[in-house]
């Protein structure tokens, strides 16, 4: 079945990098697009990137300065790397999937993982 | 970016009541809107795409309707396990934007 899993470092440190890794089983990333949303606690959610089954990308305008998001597919991992962290930045990342090529509604999900910027 | 809003900010609704949701969005999105459902320490749970088609594996009190720039989910009857925050998504235009969420509370 389809599979999303999040890892990463929980504490970043203010102006530093945050490296992410969504992966993802039970699919193929050569077929299938691949979301990061993000959501501060408490707050809402909100559209991060995408990288297509092609291997091109979208990103938020307002991250994008910052923002990259690659992937492995011979290891079925996505990768998120932004630069700069500020404390915004706090927020549970969560890689997500829509269910068939070319629909934009996300179906699946992983359990997200929380991210803290703070010295 | 395509702007969503979303109202109420929160709501509360007795057992069985009916209630409703609205999205409107800055521009025509063309009913590529979903509304989803999360509980809290979860991750969101997909209810409707394309404005009115329900995801497999939701209950059928849960209905979605609009177009253009207006949206509704509407939940017919309320159930204590319906208790979350609800989001709507445009999924029209990059960058995908999401409604600032609804939290819907059992009376």
Request: overall charge neutral; glycine content about 10%; charged content about 15%.
């Amino acid at each position: 079945q389809v599979q999303l899993k999040e890892s990463g470092p929980g504490l970043v440190q203010p102006s530093q990098t945050l490296s992410l890794t969504c992966t993802v089983s039970g699919f193929s990333l050569t077929s299938n697009s691949v979301h990061w949303v993000r959501q501060p606690p408490g707050k809402g959610l909100e559209w991060v990137g995408a990288i297509w089954s092609g291997g091109s990308t979208d990103y938020n305008s307002a991250l994008k300065s910052r923002l990259s998001i690659s992937r492995d597919t011979s290891k079925s991992q996505v990768f998120l790397k932004m630069n700069s962290l500020q404390t915004e930045d706090t927020a549970i990342y969560f890689c997500t999937r829509p269910p068939r090529y070319g629909s934009y509604e996300f179906a699946y999900w992983g359990q997200g993982t929380l991210v803290t910027v703070s010295s | 970016d395509i702007q969503m809003t979303q109202s109420p900010p929160s709501l509360s609704a007795s057992l069985g009541e009916t209630v409703s949701i609205e999205c409107r969005a800055s521009e025509d999105i063309y009913s590529n809107l979903a509304w989803y459902q999360q509980k809290s320490g979860k991750s969101p749970q997909l209810l409707i795409y394309y404005a009115s088609s329900l995801q497999d594996g939701v209950p059928s009190r849960f209905s979605g309707s609009g177009s253009g720039t207006q949206y509704s989910l509407k939940i017919s009857g309320m159930q204590p396990e319906d208790e979350g925050v609800y989001y709507c998504l445009q999924g029209s235009k990059y960058p995908y934007t999401f409604g600032a969420g609804t939290k819907l509370e059992l009376k």
